[in-house]
């Protein structure tokens, strides 16, 4: 099956600095991710789309400075936690369909995860 | 919109125990239904799916199937292993331009030797 890579899988950063966390389709390319965020003992909350040579779309209630998303070519997307903060601490997680011969099931793979920790 | 309403947990059974976890959808239209597992400390990796009323999606023992009727899609194991430890979350896809997951809660499930 389709595989999605996550890096790194876990960070620490302190307060005021910036992290870059990489989703990455190995085998398949992907005109389309979607970055996730869950906190402990949740479901998973979508933060944003990202699309391949455009803006990403954004959730209601997620700041667009904050968490900035490029999608620079058909297997990579990037997260950017801008200034973070201790709040930030999370676990980050993305996936991707496989549109161009995946359907008509619209399955998502799923990368393994990134654990934020902010200090 | 779209919404998927499952069990809440946690669920705990003995191993060998008879698993059910509850989920019912509301959608409009056709989507796709899926359950995903997520072992501690990982992502999520595709249990089963089914893509059209009446499918049984099924994978290492776990069974579910589509019912329009009942809007639901309710996953099954005869016999529950420790190693199916785990949260399970229910989701749908509505497809076409769209590809975003709807997610329940998901359910933690704790199986004892």
């Known amino acids: 099956g389709a595989v999605v890579s996550q890096h790194p899988s876990w960070v620490i950063c302190k307060s005021g600095t910036s992290v870059k966390i990489e989703c990455r389709s190995l085998?398949?390319?992907?005109?389309?991710m979607f970055w996730y965020r869950q906190f402990p003992k949740q479901s998973l909350m979508l933060m944003a789309t990202?699309?391949?040579?455009?803006?990403?779309?954004?959730e209601q209630g997620v700041e667009k400075d904050k968490f900035l998303i490029n999608h620079a070519s058909l297997t990579l997307s990037t997260l950017t936690v801008t200034s973070a903060h201790p709040e930030d601490s999370s676990f980050y997680i993305c996936?991707?369909?496989?549109?161009?011969?995946?359907?008509?099931?619209?399955?998502?793979?799923f990368g393994p995860g990134t654990r934020l920790t902010v200090t | 919109g779209n919404s998927v309403t499952q069990m809440e947990g946690p669920v705990t059974l003995s191993e060998e125990a008879f698993l059910t976890i509850n989920c019912t959808y509301t959608?409009?239209?056709?989507?796709?239904l899926f359950w995903y597992v997520q072992y501690p400390g990982e992502g999520l990796q595709l249990l089963l799916k089914?893509?059209?009323?009446?499918d049984k999606g099924s994978n290492k023992g776990f069974e579910a199937t589509y019912r329009k009727e009942t809007t639901s899609f309710h996953l099954e194991k005869g016999s529950v292993q420790v190693s199916d430890s785990a949260v399970y979350f229910c989701?749908?896809?509505?497809?076409?331009?769209?590809?975003?997951?709807?997610f329940g809660k998901g359910t933690l499930l704790t199986v004892n030797p």
């Open positions: 089914a893509t059209k009323a009446d």
């Open positions: 996936s991707a369909p496989d549109t161009l011969t995946d359907k008509p099931s619209y399955e998502q793979y």
């Open positions: 990202s699309n391949e040579g455009s803006k990403a779309t954004y």
């Open positions: 959608a409009t239209g056709y989507p796709s």
């Open positions: 085998d398949f390319q992907a005109t389309t």
């Open positions: 989701a749908l896809s509505r497809g076409g331009s769209n590809y975003k997951l709807t």
